[in-house]
């Protein structure tokens, strides 16, 4: 909140990540259902032995846990092979937060990281999906992303729509800034190759930077953060800040 705060411990210690997968399964990435199974194995891939992996899928409009998070690979692979084909809407913001709410919300002081990949069409952009509640609007979840301890990386496949395409994309990547993670866009599933590489460079190159923070009033007041080094040419993504609890 514009108060310079005295950093007690800042490095990049080895730190195992949660990594969770959302698989957008509805109507609008029907097409790409066999390559999607193929990318959930390669971001599955990327988990270094000491983190854990979670696999969730949008699908017939409901959320489903396809596995909680676990070190079981074989296990996880199975799974992805076994996903029958399946449709529907696109509540993709209440998947967002299920997502979250799922195991992350109960591991604040954990590494967590959620990758989407998503065409990002959610099927009524401002209207809330009764089959997943109605805490799904983008203003809502806008709201609350700076909460949440998790980094977001969207993986948004192109759209042929050129509005809601457009709409997707700066929707998906202003959650995904919110919490320091980054947006990755492909035309298709088929063109994601060098994004494995990246996504898993992101994840093993997070920093931690904890502080005292002088206003000691914890109330659950948002308390906005900005980060700043002295090395030239370093380019940083932080949270936007963080609930006082």
């Known amino acids: 909140d514009g108060v310079l705060q005295k950093v007690a411990v800042a490095g990049s210690e080895n730190i195992p990540f949660n990594l969770a997968l959302l698989l957008d399964l509805s109507g609008s990435t029907r097409t ?20 854990r992996v979670a696999v969730y899928a949008l699908a017939s409009d409901l959320f489903y846990v396809v596995s909680p998070l676990t070190e079981d690979r074989r296990r996880l692979l199975d799974l992805v ?12 913001y209440a998947a967002v937060a ?15 990281a959620l990758i989407v990949i998503s065409d990002g069409i959610y099927s009524a952009f401002d209207q809330p999906a ?10 809502m979840l806008r709201r609350a992303t700076p909460k949440m301890s998790m980094l977001i990386y969207p993986i948004l496949l192109g759209s042929e729509n050129i509005f809601y395409g457009e709409r997707a994309r700066k929707r998906m990547e202003e959650l995904a800034s919110l919490t320091g993670g980054r947006l990755f866009s492909a035309r298709s599933i088929r ?3 060098p994004v494995y590489a990246q996504v898993a460079d992101e994840l093993s190159t997070v920093y931690s930077v904890a502080y ?7 109330d ?3 308390r906005r953060v900005e980060v700043k080094v ?5 380019r940083l993504r932080t949270r936007s800040g963080y609930a006082a609890w």
């Open 130 to 139: 009764s089959a997943l509640g109605d805490w799904t609007t983008f203003a």
């Open 212 to 218: 005292y923070p002088r206003n000691q009033n914890f």
């Open 98 to 112: 299920s997502s979250y709410a799922e195991e992350f919300a109960r591991r604040p002081q954990e590494r967590n």
């Open 230 to 234: 002295k090395r030239a040419g370093a």
């Open 220 to 222: 659950g007041a948002f």
């Open 191 to 193: 063109d994601l190759e």
């Open 81 to 92: 092979d076994a996903i029958p084909e399946v449709a529907g809407s696109t509540p993709l």
């Open 32 to 51: 790409e259902r066999a390559p999607m199974k193929e990318a959930a194995r390669r971001f599955i891939g990327i988990a270094r032995p000491q983190d």
